[in-house]
């Protein structure tokens, strides 16, 4: 390999199990050993997620064999402290039928994207999220604007700290004001006073839609895989 790169390799257990493929991700430490291809190698896929500044990484892993998958945008809202209340509905096992159809059918285009994995992949991955998100087993909630009986769309959502909160998923056509003005209010509950969110550089349509709503960008990363 012609540049050093010092890191560790986690395994990712739970996406090893989900997919079928043996995977790890890059972790960037000074204190690491050299990040050679035997180390690699122990992978059937290995992912990296680095800044976009720092190009020195990202040629260094080109070199070692990784390839570049997409962007990502990482963005923060300020949540003050006017009423944004609506009329949203905590998401129910019941629900989770339809919401993972919807999840599968809207979140196509993703970084589990072939050739690297199964065409089908994305979409059951986002599946799945939504799943866990209704159960409270990786998001803490989800939160449904409805129509009558018709789920409009969904924002699935995470308490990080005493004044973060994170959006997980949000997909609704037409709606994304809504549910992000939903997402503001769980924040306002919570007392939380900051609102993360990550899209696709790709995503136009969803970087429109938070920056409408007041979102900054606060930083961009790559996403490689080898």
Known sequence: MHSLLCARLENLEWETRFFGVNSGIVRFAEDAPALTPERLDAFERVQAKIPAHRTDWLDGLQQAGFRLVEGEVDLMLSIGTENASLSTVSAQPDDIAVLRKLASQTFTQSRFRTPWYQ?????????????????????????????GDEIQGFVSLRQLSQCE????????????????N?????????????????????????????????????????????
């Open 182 to 226: 939903a997402a503001r209010d769980w924040c306002q509950q919570r007392g939380l006073t900051t609102l993360r969110v990550a899209t696709q550089v790709s995503n136009t349509a969803a970087l429109r839609r938070y920056i409408q709503s007041g979102a900054t960008v606060e930083s961009t990363a790559f996403w490689l895989y080898r």
């Open 165 to 180: 909160g994170r959006i997980g998923l949000l997909a609704g056509r037409g709606v994304g004001e809504q549910l992000m």
């Open 119 to 147: 065409p089908e992949d994305s979409g059951r991955f986002y599946a799945q999220w939504v799943e866990n998100a209704v159960l409270g087993t990786f998001d803490h909630q989800c939160l449904l604007l409805k129509k």
